[in-house]
C-alpha cells in the first residue's frame, strides 16, 4: 500500500492479558465490524454493539454506568450539558396537552424549559411549593404525566418533600423526576425516595474541576431508559467521550470534596452570620432534611449595605472569583442585582427572592481560614 493509505489506517491494540487502570477514552465517532450483521443492533437498542458514538460510546458508557450505579438506578443518559439532558427528558416524556407539576423553586434555564413547553408546545404547567402531599394531590389532573422537583433548589436552597410527595404521584401514575446536581449521590439518592429519574448537571460538582460542561439522567426503571435512549439519540445532545472522561476523573473524588464542601459552607456560612455587615444568611444548617444528609451548594447572603455593598464586595474579593457557576474546587461570587439579575425591576427581584443586597458564594474545596480571612478584608472594604 502507498504510504497515504497507511497513514489512515491505525489501530491500537486491544489488550488481551490486561486491563487499562484508567478508563480509555474512545475518542471515535464511530466503530468498524468485522461482521456487520452485528452493526443493526446498536443502531436499535441501548445495550448493543458499538457503531456510532451519538448511539452509545464506551468512555461515555463508563460514566452513565457509574453514575447509575451511585445513584441506585438501572441505566443512565449522559448529555452535553445539565440542559441537555433535562431539555432531552422532557421533551420525551412530554407531548401536547400533558400537564406537569413543578416547584416553584427551580434553576433558571429549567423555569425557561417549563415556560418554553409552556407556549410552544401545547404543555400545562402548575407550581407547587413541594412540601405539601395535600399541595401535589389537589395540583393532579388526568393529564399530570410528570412531577418536577429539585433535591436543594438553586439558588434559593428549597428542599421539597420528595419521601412525601413521590407516593403521591406514583399512586396517579406520574412521574417524578428529581434534579438532584446539589446534593449528589452523597447526600441524597432521590430512586430510594421514589424518584423515576434522577438529572444532573455533571457540570457542577459530579465533574467538581470547572473544566467541563455535562449532564446525566439516570433511570430507576431499564425499560424507561431504553424508550428515552430511543428519543435521545434523535435529540442528538450526546455526551462527547473526553467530556465523559473528564468527568469520570472528577468523579474519583465526589466523596472527599463533598466532604469538604459541607464542611466549608458550615464554617463560612456561620462565621457570615455573625458579622455586621451581613444582615441576614439563608443557609439553614448542615442536614437540610431527613432525606438529605448534607448541604454542599452555594448560598446567599445579604449585605446590609445593599446595591452598592454587593458591588464594592465584587470588586474587593481576590480569593474568591466573581463567577457564575458551582460546585468547582475554587470559591466563586455571584451579585445578582447587578449581573444575572440585572434588568429585574425592584418588584420582579422581590418575587425572585432576591434584595439589591443580596450575594450568591459557592464555597470551594479550599481552606477556610483562607476563604474568611478574604471575605474580612473584602466585606470590610465593602462597608466603608
Ligand atoms: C447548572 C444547573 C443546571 C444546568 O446545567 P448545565 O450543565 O449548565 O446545562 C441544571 N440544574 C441545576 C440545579 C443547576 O445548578
Known sequence: ???????????????????????????????????????????????GAYVYSRFAN??????????????????????????????????????AGDHVIAQHSLYGGTHALLHDLATRRGVTVTRIDGRDPGEL????????????????????????????????????????VVDN??????????????????????????????DVT?????????????????????????????AAWLTLRGLQTLGLRMERHAANVTRVAGWLSGHPAV?????????????????????CFDLAGGYDAGVRLLSRVRLIRAAPSLGGTQS??????STSHRQLSPAELAEARISPGTVRIAV??????????????ALDFAAR
Open 279 to 299: 444582615r441576614s444568611v439563608s443557609w439553614t444548617g448542615p442536614a437540610p432534611a431527613a432525606h438529605v444528609s448534607g448541604y454542599p451548594g452555594a448560598f
Open 181 to 210: 446536581t446539589f446534593a449528589t449521590p452523597v447526600f441524597c439518592r432521590p430512586i430510594e425516595h421514589g424518584a423515576d429519574v434522577v438529572v444532573h448537571s455533571a457540570t457542577k460538582f459530579l465533574n467538581g474541576h470547572s
Open 58 to 95: 464506551p468512555t461515555v458508557r463508563a460514566l452513565e454506568t457509574a453514575v447509575a450505579d451511585l445513584e441506585g438506578g438501572a441505566a443512565a443518559i449522559a448529555a452535553s450539558s445539565g440542559m441537555g439532558a433535562i431539555t432531552m427528558l422532557l421533551h420525551s416524556l412530554l407531548g
Open 364 to 377: 470551594g474545596i479550599e481552606h477556610p481560614d483562607d476563604l474568611i480571612a478574604d471575605l474580612e478584608q
Open 137 to 176: 394531590r389537589s395540583a393532579l389532573t388526568p393529564q399530570t404525566r410528570v412531577l418536577y422537583l429539585e433535591t436543594i433548589a438553586n439558588p434559593t436552597g428549597h428542599v421539597s418533600d420528595l419521601p412525601a410527595l413521590a407516593p403521591v404521584a406514583r399512586e396517579a401514575g406520574v412521574l417524578t
Open 332 to 337: 466563586l461570587m455571584l451579585h445578582p442585582a
Open 1 to 47: 500500500m502507498h504510504p497515504d493509505t497507511r497513514m489512515v489506517h491505525v489501530t491500537a491494540p486491544v489488550p488481551e492479558h490486561s486491563t487499562p487502570l484508567a478508563v480509555p477514552i474512545y475518542q471515535t465517532s464511530s466503530f468498524a465490524f468485522a461482521d456487520p450483521e452485528l452493526m443493526a443492533g446498536g443502531l436499535h437498542r441501548p445495550d
Open 214 to 242: 455535562g449532564g446525566l439522567a439516570v433511570f430507576a426503571d431499564a425499560e424507561l431508559h431504553r424508550r428515552t435512549w430511543e428519543y435521545a439519540v434523535e435529540f442528538g445532545a450526546t455526551a462527547d467521550p473526553f
